[in-house]
């Protein structure tokens, strides 16, 4: 069974606002950087799927904040896959206070496959079939955990 460490975020300054709580937008790019780390960590590299001519657009995404976040402190993002079809895929997250464990956000971000040349809709297991593999192989893993 594959482990993935959760992915860790150090606050910047700018981004806060003026009382020094992470701004709401900047959620989302933490979802994205650990999207981008998850798949890394198990072997997959988004800039080789994107060179053999495949994206993966977001079609939705949700935040949920919980309890404030603040300039230097450090979170725990958490990411997994809540579903995959042949056509799209999407991401929980769940970030955490990395010293306390205290629960600061939970969100979601939904995806497609895209050919990168015309943007159309692909079934990634006849595109990429490896890839879709790939992917399956993870959200099996997945599932079985959370059973």
């Known amino acids: 069974m594959t482990i993935v460490l959760p992915y860790r975020h150090k606050v910047q300054y700018y981004e806060t606002d003026m ?3 992470v701004h709401h937008s900047n959620y989302i790019r933490w ?4 999207r981008i780390d998850y798949m890394e960590q198990l072997g997959y590299n988004y800039q080789e799927v994107e060179k053999q001519g495949i994206e993966f657009p977001v079609l939705g995404v949700s935040c949920n904040y919980k309890s404030s976040v603040c300039f230097g402190e450090t ?3 958490q990411s997994w896959f ?3 079809t042949t056509t799209r895929m999407s991401f929980n997250y769940r970030v955490t206070d990395a010293v306390s464990g205290k629960l600061r956000a939970t969100g979601e971000s939904r995806h497609c496959y895209c050919r990168i040349t015309d943007h159309k809709p692909v079934q990634l297991n006849k595109t990429l079939p490896e890839i879709y593999s790939l992917f399956n192989s993870w959200a099996e893993e997945e599932r079985q955990k959370s059973q």
């Open 19 to 21: 009382m020094g709580i």
């Open 31 to 34: 979802f994205e950087e650990c």
């Open 75 to 77: 979170v725990q993002i």
């Open 82 to 84: 809540s579903l995959l």
